[in-house]
């Protein structure tokens, strides 16, 4: 990889001194070790230690399963740049069918969204959260097919003039990923806050003409029709009106769908490395 790729974050270095930690990167320890100045016994031995620690090995162990220090450590690599957690060392690989169970909530969580308000009658829209987990995940492209699986979905069995904002959603999910994946804005709270605000007003740019040119104002059964329409007849211009008013409701909407996606992401990565260390301990 590039010298930009293969960099460690500061972040990683720092949460490997953070005291209580059940999980530790063993090639990021000795390659602190080596910058530190310790000799290569020296960092064997403590590789061998953390190891002993993190994955309790059978009584009176064979030297043939004890493992080694040498050798690469399966899921305890160097985090990449593109980890979209700090300090986090899993590598995550998902199986063909967790992964259109994940993809296939994903697009169940953005109907829910969605439903919950329509039937409320709120101002947001909530209906692109399951794009950010698929965003966080798996990548941007995946958080774009989720936002127009949605869409379309939604398009089929109830609101035909949803199919069309499958572009703003998709747009969301691009922006997520790629946000969380190249640009690094997922390595702390205001970052993500960033992103966030980032994907709301990227997609008000895109929604705001949809509503104004195809729909004349906004899309029929949503309440900020109703905001637009008191806007209009209070002076505004139509197209400031559905701007204004799309962009307020898509910036709380998207920060909202962005952290709550993301804690969802965090929750789904800690019980994968549960569940890897749970099976690294059985095969040793």
């Given at each position: 990889?590039?010298?930009?790729?293969?960099?460690?974050?500061?972040?990683s270095?720092?949460?490997t001194?953070?005291?209580?930690?059940?999980?530790?990167?063993?090639?990021?320890v000795a390659?602190?070790l080596?910058?530190?100045?310790?000799?290569?016994?020296?960092?064997?031995?403590?590789?061998?230690?953390?190891?002993?620690?993190?994955?309790?090995?059978?009584?009176?162990?064979?030297?043939?399963?004890?493992?080694?220090?040498?050798?690469?450590?399966?899921?305890?690599?160097?985090?990449?740049?593109?980890?979209?957690?700090?300090?986090?060392a899993?590598?995550?690989?998902?199986g063909?069918?967790?992964?259109?169970?994940?993809?296939?909530?994903?697009?169940?969580?953005?109907?829910?969204?969605?439903?919950?308000?329509?039937?409320?009658?709120?101002?947001?829209?909530?209906?692109?959260?399951?794009?950010?987990?698929?965003?966080?995940l798996?990548g941007?492209?995946?958080?774009?097919?989720?936002?127009?699986?949605?869409?379309?979905?939604?398009?089929?069995?109830s609101?035909?003039?949803?199919?069309?904002?499958g572009l703003?959603?998709?747009?969301g999910?691009?922006?997520?990923?790629?946000?969380?994946r190249?640009w690094?804005?997922?390595?702390?709270?205001?970052?993500?806050?960033?992103?966030?605000?980032?994907?709301g007003?990227?997609c008000?740019?895109?929604?705001?003409?949809?509503?104004?040119?195809?729909?004349?104002?906004?899309?029929p059964?949503?309440?900020l029709?109703?905001?637009?329409?008191?806007?209009?007849?209070?002076?505004e211009?139509?197209w400031?009106?559905?701007?204004?008013?799309?962009?307020?409701?898509?910036?709380?909407d998207?920060?909202?769908?962005?952290?709550?996606?993301?804690?969802?992401?965090?929750?789904?990565?800690r019980?994968?490395d549960?569940?890897?260390?749970?099976?690294?301990?059985?095969?040793?």
């Open positions: 990889m590039s010298t930009a790729a293969a960099r460690v974050a500061r972040s270095v720092y949460a001194f953070q005291p209580g930690r059940t999980r530790v990167n063993v090639t990021l390659d602190i080596h910058v530190l100045g310790v000799d290569d016994d020296q960092v064997a031995r403590y590789q061998q230690d953390i190891l002993r620690i993190q994955l309790p090995t059978p009584v009176n162990p064979t030297p043939e399963i004890m493992p080694d220090p040498s050798l690469p450590t399966p899921g305890l690599q160097a985090a990449p740049e593109s980890c979209i957690l700090p300090g986090h899993g590598v995550h690989t998902w063909p069918a967790v992964t259109i169970i994940i993809i296939a909530s994903c697009i169940g969580l953005d109907q829910i969204g969605g439903d919950i308000v329509t039937q409320l009658k709120l101002y947001g829209f909530l209906d692109m959260i399951g794009t950010a987990v698929a965003a966080f798996f941007p492209w995946y958080g774009a097919a989720v936002g127009l699986g949605y869409n379309l979905l939604s398009a089929i069995t609101t035909p003039a949803s199919a069309i904002f703003v959603n998709a747009l999910g691009l922006l997520w990923g790629f946000g969380a190249s690094g804005m997922t390595r702390s709270w205001w970052r993500l806050l960033l992103l966030n605000l980032l994907v007003f990227s008000t740019v895109l929604a705001a003409p949809i509503n104004v040119l195809v729909y004349g104002g906004y899309a059964g949503h309440a029709a109703n905001v637009v329409s008191q806007l209009s007849a209070a002076g211009s139509i400031m009106a559905v701007f204004s008013s799309n962009l307020v409701s898509s910036l709380v998207k920060t909202i769908s962005g952290f709550a996606g993301f804690a969802i992401v965090i929750l789904l990565l019980l994968q549960r569940n890897q260390f749970e099976q690294r301990k059985v095969s040793l």
